[in-house]
């Protein structure tokens, strides 16, 4: 019958409107979510990890979300350049109290970069420990923090230093001779707070 032809022809063709669209039998591609994993350490309990940023010079490998303007620490090395073994130290401004509200942990780890050339062992060019985590303080206080220099001095080039803050579960200690407290299970999340650089002039 003519119009049983009409509306087969009409519904085939809104099928492939619909596929070509991509509407018809897919489904919406899924998003990665910075800052949520279930690894973790120390009194912040599971919390994210993170890829190691991108050195100075580098390029293609992210790491954590920006934090908002209110949470930037603005850090600064001093001196900015110097010689394989000068003392370099970063000045920061803490944005947030570090510490533990409750069941949240709040504190700021330090980490720095090398420069990726000339050198083919970036291993020789890096810190012989990474920087003190910030783990006590006020808000709005300045804090100051050395840079361990690597064992054969620090090598010539540009090095680059980001500060973290990470917010995660408080876990408490446990108490000799009773099981461990449960520790809160929640995301923690790290947040880039501040970078800063310094050079290290060649032949020095």
């Given at each position: 019958m003519p119009w049983v032809r009409a509306a087969a022809c009409g519904l085939a063709l809104l099928v492939a409107l619909l596929g070509a669209s991509g509407v018809a039998g897919s489904a919406a591609p899924a998003?990665?979510?910075?800052?949520?994993?279930?690894?973790?350490?120390?009194?912040?309990?599971?919390?994210?990890?993170?890829?190691?940023?991108?050195?100075?010079?580098?390029?293609?490998?992210?790491?954590?979300?920006k934090g908002a303007p209110a949470e930037q620490t603005h850090p600064a090395v001093v001196p900015r350049s110097g010689s394989a073994q000068t003392r370099f130290t970063v000045r920061l401004t803490l944005a947030s109290a570090p510490g533990h509200v409750g069941v949240v942990a709040t504190d700021y780890r330090l980490q720095v970069f090398a420069p990726h050339a000339p050198h083919p062992s970036i291993g020789r060019c890096r810190?012989?420990?990474?920087?003190?985590?910030?783990?006590?303080?006020?808000?709005?206080?300045?804090?100051?923090?050395?840079?361990?220099?690597?064992?054969?001095?620090?090598?010539?080039?540009?090095?680059?230093?980001?500060?973290?803050?990470?917010?995660?579960?408080?876990?408490?200690?446990?108490?000799?001779?009773?099981?461990?407290?449960?520790?809160?299970?929640?995301?923690?999340?790290?947040?880039?707070?501040?970078?800063?650089?310094?050079?290290?002039?060649?032949?020095?």
């Open positions: 998003r990665a979510t910075a800052g949520l994993s279930s690894a973790g350490s120390g009194s912040s309990g599971p919390g994210i990890v993170v890829g190691p940023g991108p050195a100075v010079g580098g390029g293609g490998v992210s790491g954590p979300p810190p012989a420990r990474p920087p003190a985590s910030i783990e006590s303080g006020v808000k709005g206080q300045v804090v100051r923090v050395g840079l361990a220099a690597p064992a054969r001095g620090w090598c010539a080039g540009r090095y680059r230093l980001s500060v973290f803050l990470q917010r995660g579960p408080y876990c408490r200690a446990p108490v000799a001779g009773a099981p461990p407290p449960p520790c809160p299970e929640f995301a923690s999340q790290d947040l880039d707070v501040g970078e800063a650089d310094f050079v290290v002039r060649p032949g020095s």
